[in-house]
């Protein structure tokens, strides 16, 4: 097995000598990182130069309790054929963090532009983060945790009144 | 009968002067009420007869799945991942089931992972005779249409035999293995649905110098390093000389174990897309046809026994899912922390990045009359795209 994992382990080791981070090897061609928010662009501009130039995906874990929102960044090199997610968090309250535009471009852009509308989240840097999904949309970012879609379609969508609607609100 | 001009009409139709607009800029809207366009729009600001630039308006389909799935427990995910696209329903079935998959950790038995491979891949076949059906359609061949939709239709009948439903098979492809055995003498059929598949494929080959050489040979080029900045995926990105395919690479289910190659153009355009597609048509097969004669005895679902769903719990974890769709790159980020619901799914289509970014990046500078041809030699499917 750790034959197999050589790669695996040499780009954890390869990322620890110069970050601080907490890295672990999933499996075979999946490396989980750690990194606090301050070096993520500094951690990325590296990564992308290993090789990671493909941006599968971002994605935005919300964890209301703790007040943070977790930012995860999942990156495949064509090269070394490894998925490598980087993750970091943010302040819920203040969620905003650098974008990273300038190294994976229209690409990351278009990720951003959808997390903004959905969680919120302000990518700093990122010049059009206009809403892609929802139409005149003025309520909170719709998949944060605690908007609780039931309740507003419950609200929005029923009357109340109307005894056949009534097995809504029951 | 026409009436004949006398001689004074004549000279005053002369001295008309021909009206010079001032300006050929205007706005243009392609789609969503389109016929070829799908649940999607394109505005475009256009000079004369050249696309100045192009923005997309997603959104028309947008159901919030990923939200969705946090209030539902994997068995009902799994019904509800077959709407992700409408396409390839079986495919993105597969990507769940996946994902949670290998957040619980059950051994999926040997002969479900065959089933799982074999409907991925037929999947994939009535999914690019979609693509070819949509691509005739855009460009004015009828015929084309109407036949690739007609070819389809077999391999819907052995959907239905198969899972029950012939678009959606709701849940057919479930956590921990496949939800029914294959019917006695479905290898037979499926061998006769690939029989008249070849015949189609056939044809296509046939109609490749009436309709699709000249309309797309030079259209819509995509340069290598353009692809991978733009987030190109599957046969866009091969078609731009770039060798890789998540089957191969990323290897998941049994296909590290099957034999069918890569097929991989240099040109980058719109002509290069289709062939590309034409080829993987023929490698689909390839693999159904290893398959059929090797799908061993066993059973179809781990555990066995089913569970009443509200007392099964996703284990503590999360997992990034890679598939190789009709499309492109077909991904799932799931996260649990232990409930019966997982705590978040993200989903990441293909058609996300091929229908907003590559697709306004292709339009910018070409000609109207080759906006459906590019548009639909990236295969897209608005479902996807805004999940």
């Not at chain 1, 959905?118 to 206009?130: A, C, H, I, R, Y």
């Not at chain 2, 190109?232 to 770039?242: D, E, K, S």
Request: charge should be negative.
């Amino acid at each position: 097995m750790a034959e197999i994992l050589r790669k695996e382990d040499k780009l954890v080791e390869d990322i620890s000598a110069k970050f601080k981070i907490a890295g672990k090897v999933q499996r075979e061609r999946r490396v989980w990182l750690t990194i606090d928010e301050d070096n993520l662009i500094a951690l990325c501009d590296f990564v992308k130069e290993l090789g990671f130039e493909h941006l599968s995906a971002i994605s935005v874990t919300d964890w209301p309790e703790e007040g943070t929102f977790e930012l995860t960044y999942h990156l495949w090199s064509y090269s070394e054929k490894i998925l490598l997610t980087v993750k970091t968090k943010l302040n819920r309250a203040n969620a905003i963090v650098d974008s990273v535009v300038p190294i994976w471009k229209e690409n990351a852009q278009i990720h951003e532009r959808e997390l903004h509308e959905l969680f919120g989240v302000k990518f700093e840097g990122n010049e059009d983060l206009t809403p892609l999904f929802l139409e005149d949309w003025d309520g909170p970012p719709p998949f944060r945790k605690d908007f609780d879609w039931r309740e507003y379609v419950r609200q929005e969508c029923y009357d109340q009144t109307n005894e056949r609607e009534r097995a809504y609100y029951d | 009968m026409t009436r004949q001009m006398n001689e004074k009409e004549l000279i005053t139709i002369e001295h008309i002067e021909p009206i010079i607009p001032e300006d050929t800029d205007y706005n243009f809207y392609f789609g969503p009420a389109h016929s070829g366009s799908g649940n999607f729009g394109v505005k475009l600001k256009i000079e004369g007869e050249r696309v100045k630039s192009a923005r997309a308006d997603p959104g028309y389909l947008h159901r919030g799945f990923e939200k969705l799935m946090e209030y539902r427990v994997p068995v009902q995910n799994a019904v509800l991942s077959d709407r992700v696209c409408v396409l390839e329903a079986l495919n993105w079935n597969l990507v769940h089931a996946e994902a949670v998959d290998e957040l619980t950790g059950v051994g999926v038995p040997q002969r479900a992972r065959y089933i799982r491979v074999l409907m991925a891949e037929l999947s994939r076949l009535q999914s690019h005779l979609i693509w070819y059906g949509a691509m005739c359609l855009g460009l004015g061949f009828d015929t084309g249409f109407k036949m690739a939709f007609g070819y389809r239709d077999y391999i819907l009948d052995l959907f239905e035999l198969i899972t029950g439903g012939r678009v959606y098979p709701a849940g057919y492809i479930c956590p921990g293995g496949v939800r029914r055995d294959l019917p006695d003498g479905s290898e037979d059929k499926i061998k006769r649905v690939l029989d008249q598949t070849e015949e189609m494929m056939q044809k296509m080959k046939d109609f490749d110098n009436i309709v699709f050489s000249g309309r797309t040979k030079g259209v819509g080029i995509l340069r290598t390093e353009d692809a991978i900045r733009l987030g190109a995926t599957g046969p866009v990105l091969r078609a731009c000389g770039v060798e890789t395919d998540v089957r191969k690479d990323d290897p998941y289910e049994i296909y590290g174990e099957l034999d069918f190659d890569i097929p991989v153009r240099e040109e980058g355009d719109a002509y290069a897309r289709c062939l590309i597609r034409e080829r993987e048509m023929e490698e689909s097969i390839k693999i159904i046809k290893q398959i059929l004669g090797r799908i061993p005895q066993g059973n179809i679902r781990e555990p066995v026994k089913i569970t009443p769903p509200s007392r099964v719990k996703i284990p503590e974890g999360e997992v990034y899912v890679r598939n190789e769709l009709a499309r492109g790159e077909g991904c799932a980020y799931m996260r649990s922390v232990g409930g019966r619901e997982p705590y978040r799914v993200k989903l990441r289509g293909p058609d996300f990045l091929h229908m907003i970014p590559v697709l306004e990046h292709l339009l910018k500078g070409s000609e109207i009359a080759d906006i459906p041809a590019i548009y639909w030699s990236l295969n897209i499917c608005p479902a996807d795209m805004d999940r």
